[in-house]
């Protein structure tokens, strides 16, 4: 039986909200899932699809019902082949586009073919370019009983109002570190011991993930961290003016836009908190973070944020990622005294 809960303990809550719904029947037709990126709004998405699509749920002893496993519409599920289950995410565009929201809209108004409902998930809804937001809203305007739409988004990250009015909004807490940690040591202790990162690793990308756990996993057991170090010193080190800026924008474009942009924001944001009187979150970049702070305006840390999101929007249609960190580079050397800049 799947119970996503015990395996993510901090999903309960949001868990709840759609058993609950479900054994009354006030199962609403959209919900846009929120929450910071790696703290598993895919899994539950996942979790309730097989819920909604079992044919025969178990009702736990407090009444809350959950997908069986065994059932034909479980098996279907489960090895990724079931015909009423749809999924659009971004292409290489890096936006959902109108002709899968064509695609979706077809499908929700088409019968289900082997079970008795139908679950279409739009992973990224925050990155519908304006055409298929569109479209989206005609299917969000005439809803069907039989069809439930899951629309995933990032914190931070824009949907229109338009789709947010006519969608029930649904937020996936990030846990705590003792939680993400619990979660993150159990992962890698099922691993072959040769593969599990070390205890230090484990730690670093609980930070550097914001405490979200599926994130930090990734981290872990992926090149992200020796990519981040290698961009972090070249930072400091064109940040005093001893590297130029081609040579400190390389090491971003090795780490890729979307993350080279995540961590300026990291940075920008930890910035506007210790301009405040805060702490930082990236604990490694503290040091230089209070300097900056100490010797600008707490505007200017708004000012960098504005830029990844341009930067961020510029990515959609494929900006260069070397020419993007090397803009965003140059911003952050400003904020540097002159006489520091030249070392």
Not at 10 to 32: C, F, G, M, Y
Not at 97 to 121: M, N
Not at 180 to 199: F, G, I, T, Y
Not at 246 to 263: I, P, Q, T
Request: a neutral charge; hydrophobic letters at 45%; aromatic letters at 6%.
């Amino acid at each position: 039986m799947t119970d996503i809960a015990r395996d993510m303990p901090w999903l309960k809550r949001a868990w709840s909200v759609i058993q609950n719904r479900l054994t009354e029947d006030r199962l609403p037709h959209a919900l846009i899932i929120t929450g910071e990126c790696g703290v598993g709004k895919r899994a539950w998405a996942n979790a309730v699809a097989e819920l909604l699509l079992c044919a025969d749920p178990v009702n736990r002893d407090n009444g809350e019902p959950v997908a069986c496993g065994h059932c034909k519409q479980c098996e279907l599920y489960r090895a990724s082949s079931h015909p009423d289950v749809r999924v659009y995410a971004p292409e290489k565009s890096k936006m959902v586009k109108v002709d899968q929201i064509r695609a979706l809209s077809a499908f929700a108004v088409a019968s289900p073919q082997v079970a008795h409902h139908k679950v279409a998930i739009i992973d990224r809804a925050d990155q519908l370019n304006i055409n298929a937001a569109n479209a989206l809203l005609k299917t969000l305007e005439e809803p069907l009983p039989d069809v439930t739409l899951l629309l995933l988004q990032e914190s931070g990250r824009p949907v229109l109002p338009t789709i947010r009015s006519r969608c029930q909004i649904l937020t996936i807490p990030t846990p705590d570190s003792e939680t993400a940690n619990h979660w993150l040591v159990e992962k890698v202790q099922a691993m072959d011991e040769s593969a599990r990162p070390s205890a230090e690793v484990l730690a670093k990308a609980l930070v550097l993930s914001g405490n979200a756990p599926r994130l930090a996993l990734d981290y872990a057991t992926g090149d992200f961290i020796g990519l981040r170090d290698e961009a972090f010193e070249r930072f400091k080190l064109f940040m005093k003016g001893q590297i130029p800026v081609a040579e400190a924008a390389k090491s971003f474009k090795a780490l890729g836009l979307d993350n080279s942009l995540w961590l300026f924001e990291v940075w920008a944001a930890d910035l506007a908190r210790m301009s405040a009187g805060g702490e930082a979150v990236d604990t490694e970049a503290k040091e230089m973070l209070g300097f900056l702070a100490r010797t600008n305006p707490a505007w200017r840390a708004h000012e960098l944020m504005d830029m990844v999101k341009e930067s961020r929007a510029a990515g959609v249609y494929n900006a260069n990622p070397e020419l993007e960190a090397s803009r965003l580079l140059i911003a952050w050397q400003k904020l540097m005294p002159v006489k520091r800049r030249a070392g």
